[in-house]
């Protein structure tokens, strides 16, 4: 049977580079001064949905993602990688953001989109680490959900099989579509770009992009190309409720924000043998650095 599969996508801050100014006065990430990546668990859910492709003839993959307009960048990683196509919203009134609002937008592009077997999605994302938007999805939509997934081990008749890595060992369910399902980063990496695909889809835009590229010479391209041609959504365009979205659809307030610099203020050389190194350990044990 083929599929229609929303992978839900989000571009992170990288948080391997964070610094001073990574967050602004109001509690909110400042996205401008770090440097985005693809959140490495959505690369998880999206090698979950490839996979499906691969081995069920006729399957569509499509990424929905919300942010400002750099993140159509998400969108052009996963047609690298063998998706179908994407969806961008973006608009000022979805800034700021939590894990309600957030959630509350995702389903109403998804109810937009309509046609849809199942939502795949990371366990969570690197900036949040809440692990809430797929779950509450899933309850905004009414359909169930398998979290924690590390392999989709098979879809027929209208039936999924799903194994879950849990804390203490491993669990395999089976349900019935639609389905949400969310991804563990211990399930196996996304595939790397594919070269066609990237020359194909390198100069893929939403409509946003193309005007700002309407002067050059590559504004001919997208009259005769329509797949270069990303979807672009705003509030309006989804049927939201702007008091639902953003800052003021967002019940969690950040009460304060403190910085923590480590520095470096003493050394110690250990003798190279066992006894010194089981000394340093309870002292670290005892100190609680460690245990």
Same mark, same amino acid.
């Given at each position: 049977? /083929?599929?229609?599969?929303?992978?839900?996508?989000?571009?992170?801050?990288?948080?391997?580079?964070?610094?001073?100014?990574?967050?602004?006065?109001? @509690?909110?990430?400042?996205?401008?001064?770090? /440097?985005?990546?693809?959140?490495?668990? #959505?690369?998880?859910?999206?090698?979950?949905?490839?996979?499906?492709?691969?081995?069920?003839?006729?399957?569509? +993959?499509?990424?929905?993602?919300?942010?400002?307009?750099?993140?159509?960048?998400?969108?052009?990683?996963?047609?690298?990688?063998?998706?179908?196509?994407?969806?961008?919203?973006?608009?000022?009134?979805?800034?700021?953001?939590? &894990?309600?609002?957030?959630?509350?937008?995702?389903?109403?592009?998804?109810?937009?989109?309509?046609?849809?077997?199942?939502?795949?999605?990371?366990?969570?994302?690197?900036?949040?680490?809440?692990?809430?938007?797929?779950? *509450? %999805?899933?309850?905004?939509? @009414?359909?169930? $959900?398998? &979290?924690?997934?590390?392999?989709? *081990?098979?879809?027929?008749?209208?039936?999924?099989? +799903?194994?879950?890595?849990?804390?203490?060992? %491993?669990?395999? +369910?089976?349900?019935?579509?639609?389905?949400? %399902?969310?991804?563990?980063?211990?399930?196996?990496?996304?595939?790397?770009?594919?070269?066609? /695909? +990237? *020359?194909?889809?390198?100069?893929?835009?939403?409509?946003?992009?193309? $005007?700002?590229?309407?002067?050059?010479?590559?504004?001919?391209?997208?009259? /005769?190309?329509?797949?270069?041609?990303?979807?672009?959504?705003?509030?309006?365009?989804?049927?939201?409720?702007?008091? $639902?979205? @953003?800052?003021?659809?967002?019940?969690?307030?950040?009460?304060?924000?403190?910085? %923590?610099?480590?520095?470096?203020?003493?050394?110690?050389?250990?003798?190279?043998? #066992?006894?010194?190194?089981?000394?340093?350990?309870?002292?670290?044990?005892?100190?609680?650095?460690?245990?």
């Amino acid at each position: 049977m /083929s599929l229609s599969i929303i992978v839900l996508a989000k571009q992170v801050p990288d948080t391997r580079n964070v610094g001073k100014d990574a967050m602004k006065a109001d @509690g909110t990430v400042n996205r401008a001064a770090l /440097s985005a990546i693809f959140n490495p668990e #959505d690369l998880n859910a999206l090698e979950q949905a490839l996979r499906l492709k691969d081995t069920h003839p006729g399957t569509t +993959v499509t990424l929905l993602t919300m942010g400002p307009g750099r993140a159509a960048e998400i969108i052009r990683e996963g047609l690298y990688r063998g998706a179908d196509g994407g969806y961008l919203l973006t608009d000022r009134a979805f800034a700021g953001a939590d &894990t309600l609002a957030t959630s509350y937008a995702l389903a109403m592009a998804i109810r937009k989109i309509r046609d849809y077997d199942l939502i795949i999605c990371g366990r969570q994302a690197i900036d949040g680490d809440t692990a809430q938007v797929g779950p *509450q %999805v899933a309850e905004k939509l @009414g359909l169930n $959900q398998v &979290t924690y997934a590390e392999e989709i *081990q098979k879809v027929e008749n209208g039936r999924i099989t +799903v194994k879950r890595r849990l804390e203490r060992g %491993v669990e395999t +369910v089976e349900t019935n579509l639609p389905l949400v %399902v969310t991804v563990n980063g211990s399930a196996p990496d996304c595939r790397p770009r594919n070269a066609k /695909s +990237v *020359q194909k889809y390198k100069h893929a835009r939403t409509a946003t992009e193309r $005007q700002e590229a309407a002067a050059t010479a590559l504004a001919s391209l997208y009259g /005769s190309r329509p797949y270069l041609h990303l979807e672009e959504w705003s509030v309006a365009d989804v049927g939201a409720d702007v008091a $639902q979205c @953003g800052l003021s659809g967002s019940p969690t307030k950040v009460k304060k924000i403190e910085n %923590v610099v480590f520095q470096t203020k003493e050394s110690r050389t250990l003798a190279p043998d #066992d006894s010194a190194i089981d000394e340093l350990m309870k002292e670290l044990i005892t100190n609680h650095t460690i245990g």
